[in-house]
């Protein structure tokens, strides 16, 4: 079929597909990612989001997360030889929301089912990687523009990474082997910055969405979660290859001090 044809045959479809829309991959290690906001295709038979009174309603694309967190995943099994979870929206923005509970992340019946399939992923891997190895790390990727070069941090203010603090202190966080630590010392600035210790207050915008909050340590999951809102000069097609080589070096050194039995 040629590609038009192709693609008006994915327009016209009675129902959308969630296995085309959401890139799923079960791993082996305890790490899990989640990039909801990089995708481009629409969802067959809903039309794009207009409700902008929902509270925290956006559909702008967080360019290139999709890419930054599939080829982070690459290159964390080169280094560790196993596979992190991956839970990837082939989908745009602008039809669905992954990061917002399900009242605000779409308005058309037709995307619920990929929504559904989105966190449903989510939640399986979670548990499964809490009954495999009791602890684990999920990374929730996102795009910023306010800090161009920055990767800001969204925990909650530490809530969502609760038991790993129980358990390790805070420099599992921002310590020389925590990700957001390893981070800064490859060169780049994170916000809030990681001598800042536990009490400085996250940035309000990039402090942690649905995601964290729903799958974090302070919540029957259990993993311990971050988001990351990457800058957009960390992204573009010429940064993002090293961008998610350097997460990876720092996920590797994390999973060595803290995850590895
Ligand atoms: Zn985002």
Redesign the pocket.
């Known amino acids: 079929m040629p590609a038009l044809a192709v693609f008006a045959a994915l327009a016209a479809g009675p129902a959308p597909n969630p296995a085309d829309l959401v890139l799923i991959q079960k791993g082996t290690l305890p790490v899990i990612v989640s990039a909801?906001?990089g995708g481009r295709l629409p969802i067959p038979g809903a039309p794009e989001r207009t409700r902008y009174e929902v509270p925290e309603f956006a559909t702008v694309r967080?360019a290139n997360?999709d890419l930054l967190a599939e080829q982070f995943a690459a290159a964390l099994e080169r280094k560790l030889g196993g596979k992190p979870w991956l839970v990837v929206a082939r989908f745009d923005r602008k039809y669905l929301d992954a990061?917002r509970p399900p009242g605000r992340a779409y308005e058309d019946a037709a995307a619920e089912p990929v929504y559904d399939a989105y966190h449903a992923a989510l939640a399986a891997a979670c548990k499964a990687v809490k009954e495999e190895h009791g602890a684990g790390l999920l990374l929730d990727v996102?795009?910023q523009g306010t800090y161009p070069k920055a990767v800001a941090r969204g925990t909650r203010d530490g809530k969502t990474v609760g038991l790993l603090r129980e358990r390790h202190g805070w420099a599992a966080v921002a310590g020389k082997n925590g990700v957001l630590g390893r981070l800064e010392r490859a060169g780049y600035e994170v916000i809030p910055a990681a001598d800042a210790g536990p009490d400085a207050r996250e940035d309000r915008l990039y402090a942690g969405g649905y995601t964290v909050s729903t799958y974090g340590s302070h919540t029957a999951y259990a993993v311990d979660a971050i988001q990351l809102?990457f800058g957009t000069r960390l992204r573009d097609r010429e940064a993002v290859g090293r961008t998610a080589a350097d997460l990876a070096d720092a996920v590797a050194a994390f999973h060595g001090a803290y995850l590895k039995k």
């Open positions: 909801p906001h967080d997360t990061n996102h795009g809102e």
